[in-house]
């Protein structure tokens, strides 16, 4: 393999690696911005004893 298609590939495994980690990032931020949203509407909700308790009998 010569220089030249080394350089080459070299530099397109270090693009592939630089944008899988972007497209990792912007997952991540997403996720915890949607988590936060989860979170704030649970806390926001019309009845929050609803749902806390189960009544059973067996």
Same mark, same amino acid.
């Given at each position: 393999m010569d220089i030249a298609a080394l350089s080459v590939v070299m530099g397109q495994t270090s693009l592939k690696? !630089? $944008?899988g980690l #972007? $497209? %990792? *990032? @912007? !997952?991540k931020n997403t996720a915890e911005i949607q988590a936060q =949203? @989860? !979170? #704030? %509407?649970? /806390? /926001? *909700?019309p009845?929050? =004893?609803l749902?806390?308790?189960l009544d059973i009998q067996v």
């Open positions: 690696q !630089a $944008v #972007q $497209v %990792m *990032s @912007i !997952a =949203n @989860i !979170a #704030q %509407m649970l /806390q /926001q *909700s009845h929050p =004893n749902g806390k308790t």
